[in-house]
């Protein structure tokens, strides 16, 4: 059972060019929302993140907005640089207790950037 | 530089053979590591919660006997597969929990023959 899902495995984007890339969950226990680029072979690199009392946090070129009632996020890029070129991880936690730290991870959004 | 190292990054072995991977929290104490595994072209699957001094938790489906972690300091997790089976053969990534932080490290790819 996906409990959060990354419906495109892929997506393209001209250089300068906004990318959105899309997360949907299904456990609503989440309470922490969390996106990471990895590169192959290496450990996933954290981005940004967003709790479930706010709608949208921005740092940077990277903006995440929470939909709490649809259950769905997004991350925004822009403008898009070859260089964010990656696999994005969405993923999702609770808060506190037991459940800090033990994320649950989407199945990834392979961007690339393209000059 | 980077918060949290792991040994080795790669590492081949055969069947029936066991294998230990390190991970090191770098410059910090880590009283909670997470092991988590990703096979091609999957999400990242967390395996189980490493506790500094004491019994690792596992996740559902994950055997504890077959996966053995250690957490014997504030800076190492040890994760043993034991008996390791092609099936095993994974990319295999900890993270370290530092206050509200998590910081994940480089990955150890296993390839079992």
């Known amino acids: 059972d996906q409990q959060v899902k990354q419906n495109s495995p892929s997506l393209s984007v001209q250089e300068g060019r906004i990318s959105i890339l899309n997360c949907d969950y299904t456990?609503?226990?989440?309470?922490?929302f969390l996106w990471y680029k990895k590169y192959p072979a290496e450990g996933p690199t954290f981005l940004i993140s967003?709790?479930?009392?706010?709608d949208k946090n921005e740092d940077g070129r990277f903006t995440v907005f929470l939909n709490k009632s649809a259950k769905h996020l997004s991350l925004h890029i822009v403008p898009s640089q070859p260089g964010d070129s990656a696999v994005y991880f969405c993923a999702a936690s609770g808060v506190g207790g037991t459940s800090y730290g033990k994320l649950t991870f989407g199945q990834g959004t392979i961007l690339t950037v393209h000059p | 530089g980077a918060v949290v190292s792991q040994h080795p990054s790669w590492v081949i072995c055969k069947s029936g053979t066991s294998v230990k991977i390190e991970c090191r929290s770098l410059d910090f104490q880590a009283t909670t590591m997470f092991w988590y595994r990703q096979f091609p072209k999957q999400s990242l699957m967390l395996m189980a919660t490493s506790n500094e001094g004491s019994k690792a938790t596992y996740e559902q489906g994950v055997e504890k006997d077959k996966f053995l972690i250690n957490h014997a300091s504030l800076t190492l997790s040890t994760l043993t597969v034991t008996s390791a089976h092609p099936e095993d053969s994974s990319f295999y990534i900890c993270?370290?929990?530092?206050?509200?932080?998590?910081?994940f490290g480089p990955g150890t790819r296993l390839t079992v023959l």
């Open positions: 967003i709790s479930s009392i706010k």
């Open positions: 993270s370290a929990l530092i206050g509200t932080a998590l910081f």
């Open positions: 456990n609503s226990m989440f309470d922490y």
